[in-house]
């Protein structure tokens, strides 16, 4: 064969692996989309009838929703105490229960009942079970900064202020629910707010940023005392331990005043007097209006082109990425470190390595980001973006330090003391003999630990980090839907770990001489053209 046409059939060769390739991509791509679809399928088939909540009375025995960190659970077993309480992230989320049939009610802050009942049909107010006060928390020792607070809004009650904000977020005119204009720092400092968006009309994100009642009333303080202002959304579950721990000046969202919070805590003037109150579904209310396509359609709007929120998720897709990547790298080279430790016969380097990976590996990762955030890096400027880094860094660090160790105890020691023999150093043997071998034992696993560092950085929303995941939560806090969010969600992720094991998967073969020579014999049996 003359060398042109061993060209030819090299790239001939090659276009058949790369098409062989496509093929399995699309056919993964397929099945991973009619799962979906038959999922989404299964959601609308095979409903029951779901009972009838008439009195208080009714819900003794039935799961009735509450939110995670929030006073509702309390109010609901003083008042129905066999009633039994199922927490949840967030009013969307019991909003799904509900309809789903999870649970049975829901409790929560009247005004936000009524923003429920404003966006969703099928639901109703049963009663109210308390009065509530909601204000304005400080840590214990930040009594000064509260006290001017409390003392700005008796102002703005006095001068007809938080009137006009009630009646602009209380009402029905969406057009005036605007996010505020945010004072400029005029040299005081700025004031970090820590609050959940998914509690309008409270908080909620409107264009891109934070909005509602509460931003609007801090907006106007902050103006007046010559303080600017920085939001940080968080779960609600973490905003009281963001401001304990001094990591914000103060936390807002509906935030009941209680006997026991007061403990811990400093609260201002009550800045809206309101009600703990039970939603229920409404047996009474007509079926949605439209056809099941049309409902499909305007669900996809409001989820991507409303308010350009396809913007926000390539945002928090962005940050996912710079955290998952950035924790891959750092955590690959703290794992050879701590590998090499662990391989040295030095008992003060192997056991402080062995004790560092129990305990990483022991540890939950979200419980491992919380104690950096709000304990170790309390009193730092570092962000929370960088904490993140840093505790999935430690966390992949640990996992991958026993796949690297593994792959190097795989290699037969005889190599070594061969390659000692015809006068290799201890370098020179690890990079031309250990390594190469090392690498192929490595790959599959470390290819798994990469995919499982992807998905894990879904749980970096307590630490406020608006990644992919919290946006998604943000995205249903608004239109009180779950299909398209969390789908969109699910389906980003699959793409991001299947391109980044595709990746890994390619230098496994590059590196693999036995699945080389199989790719070179493909090639070899090929049917080609010699002319």
């Known amino acids: ?54 009195a208080p009375e009714d819900l003794a025995g039935r799961n009735v929703s509450t939110m995670t960190g929030a006073v509702f659970d309390r109010v609901l077993m003083e008042h129905i105490p066999t009633a039994k309480p199922y927490y949840e992230s967030g009013m969307a989320n019991g909003l799904q229960s509900l309809k789903s049939g999870k649970c049975d009610a829901i409790v929560s802050d009247e005004p936000v009942a009524r923003d429920l009942m404003r966006e969703n049909s099928g639901i109703r107010i049963l009663c109210t079970l308390a009065p509530e006060e909601y204000a304005y928390l400080f840590a214990k020792d930040n009594s000064e ?32 629910k605007l996010p505020p204009n945010l004072p400029p720092d005029t040299g005081k400092g700025t004031i970090v707010a820590a609050t959940n968006s998914g509690f309008p009309p409270f908080s909620v994100v409107v264009q891109g940023r934070m909005a ?29 331990p963001c401001v ?32 703990t109150v039970l939603i229920v579904r409404d047996a009474s209310a007509g079926a ?71 305990v990483m590996r022991g540890t939950p990762i979200v419980v491992v980001l919380m104690i950096l955030y709000y304990i170790v890096f309390r009193s730092g400027g570092i962000g929370p973006v960088p904490v993140a880094i840093v505790g999935f860094a430690l966390n992949f660090g640990a996992y991958s330090a026993e796949t690297f160790r593994s792959g190097m105890n795989a290699i037969d020691p005889g190599q070594l003391e061969a390659a000692a023999a015809m006068g290799f150093s201890k370098w020179r043997s690890f990079l031309y003999i250990s390594l190469p071998q ?51 969600t699910a389906v980003i992720y699959f793409l991001l770990a299947y391109s980044i094991s595709e990746l890994v998967g390619l230098v496994e073969r590059r590196i693999d001489p036995q699945r080389r020579r199989v790719s070179l014999d493909f090639i070899k049996d090929t049917p080609h053209d010699t002319h």
């Open 1 to 54: 064969m003359v060398p042109g046409a061993a060209i030819c059939v090299c790239k001939k060769g090659a276009g058949v692996l790369q098409w062989g390739q496509m093929n399995r991509w699309f056919k993964k791509g397929l099945y991973f989309c009619c799962l979906w679809v038959v999922c989404a399928v299964l959601v609308g088939c095979g409903r029951e009838e779901l009972p009838v909540i008439n």
């Open 145 to 176: 900064l509260c006290e001017a607070f409390s003392r700005a809004i008796r102002e703005l009650e006095a001068d007809g202020t938080i009137r006009k904000i009630d009646e602009r977020w209380f009402g029905n005119d969406e057009t005036v």
């Open 212 to 240: 509602g009642y509460d931003p609007d009333i801090l907006a106007e303080i902050c103006r007046r005392l010559g303080y600017g202002l920085e939001f940080k959304d968080m779960e609600f579950s973490s905003v009281i």
């Open 244 to 275: 304990v721990s001094g990591k914000a000046d103060l936390g807002f969202s509906g935030i009941s005043v209680t006997p026991e919070r007061k403990q811990s805590a400093l609260f201002t003037e009550p800045v809206y007097k309101g009600g």
């Open 288 to 358: 949605a209006e439209g056809t099941w396509w049309q409902g499909v359609k305007d669900s996809f709007v409001r989820t991507f082109v409303t308010e350009a929120r396809w913007q926000m998720i390539l945002r928090g897709l962005g940050i996912t990425l710079l955290i998952a990547l950035c924790s891959i790298a750092a955590g690959t080279l703290l794992a050879m470190v701590v590998c090499a430790m662990r391989r040295s016969p030095h008992a003060w380097l192997r056991l402080p390595a062995a004790a560092y990976i129990a």
């Open 438 to 488: 090392a690498v192929r034992h490595v790959l599959p696993v470390y290819k798994g630990d990469i995919i499982s560092i992807i998905k894990d950085t879904s749980i970096v929303g307590y630490i406020a980090i608006q990644d992919l995941t919290k946006v998604s939560d943000i995205i249903r806090g608004r239109t009180y839907e779950a299909f398209f969010p969390l789908v969109a």
